[in-house]
């Protein structure tokens, strides 16, 4: 069966600092990838999605970036945390990619202060 | 604007009673429904899909769709505190994206 697995599962980290946060998938080749993001008293916010190695699209413009670098490694990343940046990061993946059949990873809770 | 939008709640319900949730979406386009739980703290699990218009029955759980109004329903028979949870609805159309909705919060009193 397919296993998705996050880390790390909470930080703090300081306005102005790089972020990188990794999700694998056990189980499954090819898998469709998604970054989505839960902030407080807001609905869960697709950042990207990826049907491939190196193949990434951006849904919401803003200072993070997404990589692809191998079939089953999905990275969320920044180069300069804003306050705004701070939620629960959830990596998801999908049989297909117009599915809305996701299987979320554990999360990655982010406070920036 | 594509929404998705749910009572916040909380809904509080007495143990072995029927829970009914409601979800309205904005997107006429919408395609395909979920429903997902997310307890404190942990992430979503997909717990009903529904496509066509009717209801549509998994254990305890029936999903209902009308199109023509809009509207999802979830009904949670002989509720137990187990059930207790965020229930998130979500909304799919021809892209990639689903729209979710902040979500209900459930409580099962004992």
């Keep these: 069966s397919q296993t998705i697995h996050q880390w790390p599962a909470t930080l703090v980290q300081p306005v102005g600092s790089p972020l990188s946060l990794e999700c694998t998938v056990e189980g499954t080749s090819n898998p469709n990838l998604y970054w989505y993001r839960q902030a407080a008293g807001r609905g869960l916010q697709l950042l990207f999605y990826s049907v491939g190695i190196g193949q990434i699209s951006s849904e919401v413009p803003q200072n993070l970036s997404a990589s692809r670098p191998q079939d089953r490694q999905f990275i969320l990343s920044s180069k300069k945390l804003l306050l705004s940046d701070s939620g629960f990061y959830l990596c998801a993946y999908a049989w297909a990619l117009n599915t809305g059949e996701l299987f979320f990873g554990e999360g990655s809770r982010l406070t920036v202060l | 604007q594509k929404e998705v939008e749910q009572n916040s709640g909380p809904l509080s319900v007495p143990e072995g009673a029927i829970a009914s949730l409601n979800c309205t979406y904005s997107d006429r386009g919408s395609q395909s429904f979920f429903?997902?739980?997310?307890?404190?703290?942990?992430?979503?699990?997909?717990?009903?899909?529904?496509?066509?218009?009717?209801?549509?029955?998994?254990?305890?759980?029936?999903?209902?769709?009308?199109?023509?109004?809009?509207?999802?329903?979830?009904l949670i028979r002989d509720s137990q505190p187990s059930d207790s949870a965020t229930y998130l609805c979500a909304a799919r159309n021809s892209g990639y994206a689903l729209n979710f909705g902040k979500g209900t919060s459930l409580l099962v009193t004992p």
């Design chain 2, 35 to 74: 429903w997902y739980r997310q307890y404190s703290g942990k992430s979503p699990e997909l717990i009903m899909s529904i496509y066509s218009n009717g209801d549509k029955e998994d254990g305890r759980f029936t999903a209902q769709l009308n199109k023509a109004s809009q509207y999802v329903s979830l």
